[in-house]
């Protein structure tokens, strides 16, 4: 009797094993692609276990998207960051919106005063969706749960020359820069509003020239700029000057020389990789962080096909293995972006070469590509050959580590306005 048990015990466990072997293969639709659950924050996490692969030690990971506004977008990506945080140790979320606005979030994420409606009305627009709300919510939730072991919230983008405008003159002021000093002068050239009127190129280049000699004017003072006001204020001051700096290349780029419009690109993303690593540094050092943006921003190399330059790119050569690239794509995406566009996005651009076309004929609604793995995948993107991404050429594993994908997103649900019609 006890020996037929230990023969039926001992075929129950071979049998589980198989089973548990045949589902964790049927997770697979090819070698290196992985089926996902689904994109809802709540549901079980195994399926996203190969990212522990994928990222392995690096502390800053990229959370792509390649078009804002779409609501199975920022639904998967609130998943993907709790799996972050409950799984691999990440406590910050860096957030593409202006930073000194989203410190709105950042205070409701700290202390969860207010509502999260209130605190997302800190960021741009086209990211005060539900998902969002949610997510920062849940944010909250945590550190009432782990007061001992926050995670943290903030913004990184450049474009608050209203906000960074007043703050530097107030700073001038403080540390003797008087109106008619030559530099001042020129700082009140400069585009101090965001999304203003064209940008005069006398103006521009009267401004720059002045903020290039504040910028000396800080380097040269320092030891006595910090004994004057403190560390903390003159590095606020300073992180300040660069995104205002930058601020005016991408305004003058964008409405006086379009031509040149890659030049506004590359000032804003090479100063968003300095305040998001910068802020990061003087708030919360060595935390490991994600960074939640479009594909453009996270991409290393950039898009040469479009003289990009983007933050991916300097982050990478900032930190090498310690950054990693996840991009989000689809293929039947929709979005309530008013101005812009109310429902589906254009497929008119998708070519069997696509890597939207070449995941959407796998079948499956969720997909996770793993561009890192070794084995049979390589026969599904070939190595070193160039696909289509959106309206782009490039091969894959030269600009990202890995990719998810969505067959069907829905546009997203907005927060503090009406859905668009």
């Not at 890659?262 to 540094?281: G, S």
């Not at 890597?355 to 995948?377: A, I, K, T």
């Amino acid at each position: 009797m006890k020996k037929s048990s230990s023969v039926l015990v001992a075929t129950t466990t071979i049998l589980l094993l198989l089973t548990a072997s045949a589902i964790a293969i049927a997770k697979e639709v090819r070698p290196g692609i992985a089926i996902l659950h689904g994109i809802e924050a709540d549901l079980p996490n195994d399926d996203l276990k190969p990212l522990k692969r994928v990222i392995r030690k690096a502390s800053v990971v990229g959370l792509g998207e390649s078009i804002h506004n779409s609501g199975g977008y920022y639904r998967l990506k609130y998943r993907i960051f709790r799996y972050l945080v409950e799984e691999m140790g990440f406590r910050a979320l860096a957030f593409e919106s202006p930073w000194d606005p989203a410190d709105r979030v950042a205070e409701y994420v700290r202390t969860c005063e207010g509502t999260p409606e209130e605190a997302l009305e800190g960021l741009f627009r086209n990211s005060q969706s539900e998902s969002v709300r949610d997510l920062v919510q849940w944010m909250c939730e945590w550190n009432r749960q782990y007061p001992d072991d926050p995670v943290y919230f903030y913004g990184f983008d450049l474009q608050q020359p209203e906000y960074d405008g007043p703050a530097l003159r107030a700073y001038f002021e403080r540390v003797g820069l008087q109106d008619d000093d030559p530099r001042m002068q020129g700082f009140n050239r400069c585009s101090h509003a965001i999304f203003g009127n064209h940008y005069p190129e006398l103006s521009y280049r009267e401004c720059i020239k002045r903020l290039d000699q504040l910028s000396r004017f800080f380097d040269r003072r320092e030891a006595r700029l910090v004994r004057d006001t403190s560390r903390e204020e003159f590095e606020m001051a300073r992180l300040r000057l660069v995104g205002f700096r930058a601020w005016q290349d991408t305004w003058f780029y964008l409405v006086t020389r379009p031509e040149e419009v890659y030049r506004a690109y590359d000032a804003r993303d090479r100063a968003m990789a300095w305040i998001l690593l910068r802020l990061r540094d003087m708030r919360f050092p060595g935390v490991k962080t994600a960074v939640w943006a479009h594909n453009y921003h996270i991409v290393k190399g950039g898009f040469e096909i479009r003289h990009l330059a983007s933050m991916g790119t300097f982050l990478d050569e900032i930190l090498g293995d310690d950054y990693v690239i996840l991009g989000l794509i689809g293929y039947d995406v929709h979005v309530d972006w008013p101005g812009y566009r109310c429902g589906r996005m254009p497929t008119r651009y998708l070519t069997d070469e696509s890597l939207e076309q070449l995941l959407h004929d796998l079948g499956q609604p969720w997909l996770f590509v793993d561009l890192d793995f070794r084995g049979s995948s390589k026969q599904f993107l070939e190595p070193g050959r160039e696909y289509q991404l959106g309206e782009a050429y490039f091969v894959p594993r030269d600009h990202f580590d890995g990719f998810f994908f969505l067959d069907y997103s829905p546009r997203m649900v907005p927060v503090n306005r009406a859905p668009c019609r």
